[in-house]
């Protein structure tokens, strides 16, 4: 085993954050891999500070340290004044653990939470001393493996990487791993095909050189397995029980800031309130909570072991979580704590929010609050299926004012489908409304307003929904700031729509793009993310240059017969659940949290074994309380629970 830590300690002293690089956080580890065993190579295509909180790959990076035949270390992107230096001194990317080129790793797995990061992923494995297209690689170069939300439409990157984990990485990392050592102990007589072949056998794993997408006058037609080892359709993993999986049990704690710079506890993966524009809490079903008791231990063992004093609960919709009450209370209240710790919870549903839980928040120091009710109206809730009325937000904003916060976040979403112009000034109205709720309270109360510019993605409803153009998006960005100017105590922000085109562009891509994003990384184009790099003209020039249209890939809607590039994955959602659910959105129709709702069969549930549950009362408000019931299994599932019930009929907020 080797290391470039001679070189590089130079070299770290010519840089911005040399911190960024030197590894030696609390936590950390320094594998050394023995004869047969498969080292693991885990890359965030993105800085260390951005990179580090990552909760994805410090579990798997664990779980692969506990196995007997595994090793693993740590990577990310090099900010580009080292990146220069590594490139002009031939040296390679390699792991912040024991700064080992990454060449000499068996496996480099990289986590994609957001298509702009792709030229990155491109400019890492070159980086790595490995062909950039999957085709040029031999049988001695390290396998390229990815996973993570983006990976549910692989396609883009398709030419680039070697297999795509689909769903949740607990189990599958360790199946991979046993492949990858069997591949190994062939010596000689080992074939890169061969492990290909191998990995296509692991459930939730996708190669994509086993597969021909098959265009038909510039249409894409299928996706077709090649090889009888390769399934027709790739199915995500889904770990049953998130009590089986306490992890990360030894969270790493970094020496210089980074963002999300606390102790972070999952408490439940999924979500059932069905927003129709989020991928995450499509994805991710069915819900899985941790047991309370277990997150309460997490919390204290972690706060002791890193000294942390802020502890953030974490899941698509914090507030929904069965125990909240219970352990944000007796985690502020813990006498071990001496009253110093903060707890954060992220993603904050409006209905969910009580008084009682700003009550136990705010024990400890104050942080800001975020809510996302997501559209300025009623009639566009309904549409997303955000099902949030106007008095669950201000009883919210109320709630987070009257226990002492001063400043309130709200997030919103713009370019969804059927939006009008009152919709999207109704995002002003609502702002003014919760300055003046804050006002009540405290003369310098403040709501910044947060817009984003709508990107359909895979397995939603909206998945056929042609996205608004660049300057559709400006137009109501300026419509919005027009109408906040004046208003004293709002602050309008918004993402850069040039951006959000660029992001579009890849979402609902095909294999075809790959040499779009090959072009545009060739040309100069990573850090896509950060706003000093991105360049919407880097992607336009390569879709011209590559004879594809930016009208095609982003702007169109799609139809019902349309092949989609990854009609071969499944997320456990059937097709024609999602699109029923678009037609109701058309019609403003909302759906139900399925909680409080027989089953509609979207397919998580029973297609994974995972127990269907609802209240056995209707909704209280504050929404995430109840006792809950049993009512059936995978493989024996009451029949009414796969009747689809009625949609809720439109309703006239008052």
Sequence with gaps: MTTIWPQLEELLLLVEKPARYIGLEFGSQHPTPGPGDVSWLFTYPDTYEVGLPNQGLQILYELVNEHPRGCAERAYAPWVDLEALLRSNGLPLFSVDTHRPAREFDIIGFNLSAELVYTNLLNCIDLAGVAVRAADRCDTDPLIGVGGHCTYNPEPIADFVDFVVLGDGEEVVSEIT???AAWKSLGDRRTRRGVLEALAG????????????????GVLRETRPLVDAAPAIVEKRTIADLADWPYPKQQLVPITEVVHDRLNVEVFRGCTRGCRFCQAGMITRPVRERPAEQVRTMIQEGLARTGYDEVALTSLSTADFSGIDTVVGDTVADPANCGQVTVSLPSLRV???TVKVAASIQQARRTGLTFAPEAGTW???????KLIREEDLYEAVDAAFSQGWRR???????GLPTETDEDTLGIARLAENCVKIGKRYTSSASVTVSVGGFVPKAFTPFQWFGQNTREELQRKVYLLRDATRQMRGVQLKWHEPRATVAEG???RGDRRLGAVIEDVWRHGGTFQEWSEFF??????????????????????HRTENEVLPWDHISAGLHKDFLWQDWRDALEELGLEDCRWTPCYDCGACTGYGIEHV???????????QGTWQELGSAGEVPVQLLERPRRLATVTEQ
């Design 505 to 507: 562009i890849v979402s």
């Design 178 to 180: 046993d492949v990858v």
């Design 614 to 624: 609802v209240a056995s009362a209707t909704p209280p408000a504050g929404g995430s």
């Design 379 to 385: 009639r566009m809730r309904q549409v997303i299926n």
């Design 202 to 217: 692991v459930p939730g794993v996708y190669v994509p050189a086993l597969y021909e997408a098959v265009y038909v006058d």
């Design 535 to 556: 360049d919407l003209d880097l992607w336009l020039a390569a879709l011209e240059r590559h004879g594809l249209d930016v009208e095609w890939y982003t702007y169109r």
């Design 408 to 414: 309130v976040k709200l997030y919103f979403l713009i």
């Design 351 to 353: 209905d969910a929010f």
